[in-house]
């Protein structure tokens, strides 16, 4: 999905540079929308507090999704504008890209949504979102001392994404 | 044809005995099995040079009666199983036979979770399977 | 773009564990929480359920990652991921789905083998036989497995083999689909 124009018009942010991180942001959220994680590698703006923060991006994809799903073409079964959608129902969008950072999304069955900010140039996501679920199932959601439903603080997700994120180009 | 095993823990308590002749002897046949556990206990303490490996668990004959034939056998975790038969020409290979599926029988009736270790065992899948493999002894020594 | 060789080693292999090891581990569970709860066996079920629904609602997750399926259609289509799947892959046995009612909201799963009951003799003090489901904690994962995919359900054991009936099933209806819920008000 391109919105606000298809060209890379100015501002844009510097190219991505090979080894360097593209990611910006990072959020999970829970069925719930309790904000499971949040992490940010780039982000000198910053404008709201964190619960708002959250709040807002949890309304835009809640919004976007049954926008999206309101848009499709290609089903005739559609539930009205605002009305809250199974996770994984119907369609559901991945990414959208403005001129100056890409968000990738996805949702699995059970809820989790994970969102990731980078850099506009970055390509197809939806593997590495994949791979940041599954990272997420090993270390967190196995994870016998984790209580489901409440923020991560596993340094071994913690790691494992940083490492896995760096490599993301 | 067997008249009697035993399970005997590793403290010389009695954790399975059941008898197979239609006589009223059970008493007797207690009293050989009891008499066989220092049998073992010699066997154990005193190998022969010649005896078996270390980690042989088939005792063998232990002793002989008028009537009766003891063979012995002891696991590793020194859980003793005892044989008693009245055959006078066993074949040591039907022994060991018997005793390989009897240890199998044992090991899946403590491996019963609701089953306490050192105590009696109580399973009746266990005595079934008991009494067939006894009955498949009668068989393949016929045989 | 995305290296994919660098997926953890777990998710390309299945796992795998000796069978006999959960055996034992699970019956070990039962057998303590017998003790436990003094064979009061009605609050043992209840217990093994509680721990099977905080293992559904994990296990789910891991599921769903490996399998990467798509949302169910109907929950006829749930009952063969659940048999044909889940068991599958974490039991490694593949119960039937079958008795199903005329609404199409319940269905009996026949296990044919259960791993988790081999060994297992229930206790002979008269009561087990008729109070204690040995396999409940099925039923709870199921239960928590489900409820994070938006289906509330309940389960329960029926006849188990373990009791001298001549199969184990358990019977699960669908409650109803929990609808997602709405973002925060802003306020």
């Given at each position: 999905?391109?919105f606000?124009?298809?060209?890379?018009?100015?501002?844009s942010?510097?190219?991505?540079?090979?080894?360097?991180?593209?990611?910006?942001?990072?959020?999970?959220?829970?069925?719930?929308?309790?904000?499971l994680?949040?992490?940010?590698?780039?982000?000198?703006?910053?404008?709201?507090?964190?619960?708002?923060?959250?709040?807002?991006?949890?309304?835009?994809?809640?919004?976007?999704?049954?926008?999206t799903?309101?848009?499709?073409?290609?089903?005739?079964?559609?539930?009205?504008?605002g009305?809250?959608?199974?996770?994984?129902?119907?369609?559901?969008?991945?990414?959208?890209r403005?001129n100056?950072?890409k968000?990738?999304?996805?949702?699995?069955?059970?809820?989790?949504?994970i969102?990731?900010?980078?850099?506009?140039?970055?390509?197809?996501?939806?593997?590495?979102?994949k791979?940041?679920?599954s990272?997420?199932?090993?270390?967190?959601?196995?994870?016998?001392?984790?209580?489901?439903?409440?923020?991560?603080?596993?340094?071994?997700?913690?790691?494992?994404?940083?490492?896995?994120?760096?490599?993301?180009? | 044809?067997?008249?009697?095993?035993?399970?005997?823990?590793?403290q010389?308590?009695?954790?399975?005995?059941?008898?197979?002749?239609e006589?009223d002897?059970?008493?007797?046949?207690?009293?050989?099995?009891?008499?066989?556990?220092?049998?073992?206990?010699?066997?154990?303490?005193?190998?022969?040079?010649?005896?078996?490996?270390?980690?042989?668990?088939?005792?063998?004959l232990?002793?002989?009666?008028?009537?009766?034939?003891?063979y012995?056998?002891?696991?590793n975790?020194?859980?003793?199983?005892?044989l008693?038969?009245?055959?006078?020409d066993?074949?040591d290979?039907?022994?060991?036979?018997?005793?390989?599926?009897?240890?199998?029988?044992?090991?899946?009736?403590?491996?019963?979770?609701?089953?306490?270790?050192?105590?009696?065992?109580?399973?009746?899948?266990?005595?079934?399977?008991?009494?067939?493999?006894?009955?498949?002894?009668?068989?393949?020594?016929?045989? | 773009?995305?290296?994919?060789?660098?997926?953890?080693?777990?998710?390309?292999?299945?796992?795998?564990?000796?069978?006999?090891?959960?055996?034992?581990?699970?019956?070990?569970?039962?057998?303590?929480?017998c003790?436990?709860?003094?064979n009061?066996?009605?609050?043992?079920?209840?217990q093994?359920?509680?721990?099977?629904?905080?293992?559904?609602?994990?296990?789910?997750?891991d599921?769903?990652?490996k399998?990467?399926?798509?949302?169910?259609?109907?929950?006829?289509?749930?009952?063969?991921?659940?048999?044909?799947?889940?068991?599958?892959?974490?039991l490694?046995?593949?119960?039937?789905?079958t008795?199903?009612s005329?609404?199409?909201?319940s269905?009996?799963?026949?296990?044919?083998?259960n791993?988790?009951?081999d060994?297992?003799?229930?206790?002979d003090?008269?009561?087990?036989?008729d109070?204690?489901?040995?396999?409940?904690?099925?039923c709870?994962?199921?239960?928590?497995a489900?409820?994070?995919?938006q289906?509330?359900?309940?389960?329960?054991?029926?006849s188990?083999t373990?009791?001298?009936?001549?199969?184990?099933e358990?019977?699960?209806?669908?409650?109803?689909?929990?609808d997602?819920e709405?973002?925060?008000?802003?306020?």
């Open positions: 999905m391109q606000f124009g298809g060209s890379d018009v100015s501002p942010p510097p190219a991505p540079t090979a080894a360097g991180h593209n990611a910006n942001v990072m959020y999970m959220f829970n069925r719930n929308g309790v904000c994680f949040y992490r940010e590698w780039n982000r000198p703006l910053r404008t709201l507090n964190p619960q708002q923060d959250h709040k807002l991006m949890f309304g835009l994809l809640f919004s976007l999704k049954s926008l799903a309101k848009m499709d073409p290609t089903s005739g079964d559609k539930g009205n504008l009305v809250p959608q199974l996770p994984g129902q119907g369609c559901s969008f991945h990414s959208f403005t100056t950072y968000l990738s999304f996805m949702e699995s069955p059970s809820g989790i949504k969102i990731l900010v980078t850099h506009p140039r970055t390509g197809d996501l939806r593997e590495a979102l791979y940041i679920y990272l997420y199932v090993e270390y967190v959601a196995k994870n016998p001392l984790y209580n489901p439903g409440t923020p991560v603080r596993c340094d071994l997700f913690d790691t494992n994404l940083d490492q896995y994120v760096r490599s993301i180009s | 044809m067997i008249v009697c095993v035993a399970v005997v823990g590793h010389n308590n009695p954790l399975y005995i059941q008898s197979f002749t006589a002897d059970a008493l007797k046949l207690h009293h050989i099995v009891h008499c066989s556990l220092d049998v073992v206990d010699e066997r154990v303490n005193n190998p022969k040079k010649s005896g078996p490996l270390l980690n042989e668990t088939f005792l063998g232990l002793y002989p009666t008028e009537n009766y034939k003891v012995g056998y002891l696991t975790t020194k859980v003793k199983f005892i008693v038969t009245t055959d006078l066993v074949k290979a039907d022994v060991r036979n018997f005793f390989r599926r009897f240890h199998a029988a044992y090991v899946d009736a403590v491996s019963n979770p609701f089953h306490v270790p050192g105590k009696k065992i109580t399973s009746r899948t266990f005595a079934e399977r008991v009494s067939t493999i006894v009955k498949a002894f009668g068989l393949s020594s016929a045989g | 773009m995305v290296k994919s060789e660098t997926f953890p080693a777990s998710r390309n292999r299945v796992e795998k564990v000796n069978a006999e090891l959960v055996t034992l581990t699970y019956g070990t569970i039962v057998a303590q929480l003790q436990d709860y003094e009061n066996y009605a609050q043992v079920n209840q093994l359920d509680k721990m099977g629904y905080n293992i559904g609602v994990r296990l789910i997750e599921y769903l990652a399998t990467a399926t798509a949302r169910c259609n109907n929950f006829r289509e749930t009952a063969d991921m659940i048999s044909k799947i889940g068991f599958k892959i974490f490694n046995t593949t119960p039937t789905a008795n199903w005329a609404d199409g909201k269905f009996s799963l026949i296990l044919d083998e791993p988790l009951a060994f297992v003799e229930l206790p003090d008269g009561r087990a036989q109070e204690l489901w040995f396999s409940n904690i099925l709870g994962v199921l239960r928590g489900l409820e994070m995919v289906m509330s359900i309940e389960a329960h054991f029926v188990d373990l009791r001298g009936n001549d199969s184990t358990m019977r699960v209806t669908l409650l109803k689909y929990i997602d709405l973002p925060p008000d802003d306020d």
